[in-house]
């Protein structure tokens, strides 16, 4: 079987209210962290039919606070489809309810990965892919997930290799010192 991702698309807007701010009067990261998750969560069962768990989360750059008083909206899309995994791509925006300028805060990549009632991976609706940007989304989370792959064995214990290492360290902020 197979879907066109709009039929799982989800947005949410959300008022900023001061209980979500942290010291400097900003909306809290682990706040829109948490809408993240929320949203990547529907948007992954909406397309399995199943309950979804968060695997892993891709980059999350916060580009620009969210104030106070301003709505969030976040919105969220299937990009890739694996055999039991979707990556969900999610964009957040705020908006200045009296200005109507937005900011485009932050976009990330969730793996989710569809569960069965006794907690065992389920296969997923494959992705229809019916335009190059949905094409370009899709490539763009193989590469992704190629880029982790490689990045988690240059660095496995078994294959470290220190020297390597040693003298771009040294231009760094850290002190070597190895007994």
């Known amino acids: 079987m197979f879907k066109h991702a709009k039929e799982s698309r989800v947005t949410i807007t959300e008022l900023?209210?001061?209980?979500?701010?942290n010291f400097s009067g900003k909306i809290h990261g682990g706040h829109?962290?948490?809408?993240?998750?929320?949203?990547?969560?529907?948007?992954?069962?909406?397309?399995?039919?199943?309950?979804?768990?968060?695997?892993?989360?891709?980059?999350?750059?916060?580009?620009?606070?969210?104030?106070?008083?301003?709505?969030?909206?976040l919105k969220a899309s299937v990009n890739y489809t694996g055999r039991t995994s979707m990556v969900v791509g999610l964009r957040v925006e705020s908006e200045n309810i009296q200005t109507g300028k937005k900011k485009h805060c932050n976009s990330s990549y969730f793996t989710m990965v569809a569960k069965d009632e006794s907690g065992k991976n389920v296969?997923?609706?494959?992705?229809?892919?019916?335009?190059?940007?949905?094409?370009?989304?899709?490539?763009?989370?193989?590469?992704?997930?190629?880029?982790?792959?490689?990045?988690?064995?240059?660095?496995?214990?078994?294959?470290?290799?220190?020297?390597?290492?040693?003298?771009?360290?040294?231009?760094?902020?850290?002190?070597?010192?190895?007994?």
């Open 16 to 21: 900023m209210l001061p209980s979500h701010s």
């Open 123 to 179: 296969s997923v609706p494959g992705l229809i892919l019916d335009n190059e940007q949905s094409i370009r989304r899709f490539a763009r989370s193989i590469a992704r997930q190629e880029q982790a792959r490689k990045r988690s064995n240059n660095f496995k214990s078994s294959e470290f290799k220190i020297e390597e290492h040693l003298e771009f360290i040294k231009t760094q902020n850290a002190k070597i010192e190895l007994g």
């Open 32 to 73: 829109i962290l948490n809408l993240m998750d929320q949203i990547a969560f529907a948007c992954a069962s909406k397309h399995s039919r199943n309950y979804c768990v968060t695997a892993s989360v891709n980059k999350v750059d916060f580009l620009n606070p969210i104030e106070v008083g301003e709505l969030v909206t």
